[in-house]
């Protein structure tokens, strides 16, 4: 069994520590951390606009992500095939 395989069947549920985790991160934080994000780092753009526009879509995106979890079911499905 090689080391990627054995940290594979070692490894916790995904599903579990996103159970454990989510309730961690809240829409006031993640309101908060895109909220600090340099003007720099956001010049104008053609499609979304200038940085309040990027901060509330970034928003919009992180919180819907948040409140969907897309990416959980995929993640341990391949987890548990890595395993086996």
Not at 5 to 17: G, K, P, Q
Not at 24 to 44: A, G, K, M, S, Y
């Amino acid at each position: 069994m090689t080391a990627a395989r054995r940290s594979c069947v070692i490894a916790s549920s995904i599903a579990a520590a996103h159970e454990r985790l989510a309730p961690l991160v809240r829409h006031e934080l993640l309101d908060h951390l895109v909220d600090q994000i340099p003007d720099e780092w956001l010049p104008d753009d053609a499609v979304v606009g200038d940085a309040r526009l990027q901060r509330a879509a970034y928003v919009t995106y992180l919180n819907a992500r948040l409140d969907a979890a897309p990416f959980v079911a995929p993640a341990e499905r391949a987890r548990i095939t890595a395993a086996a």
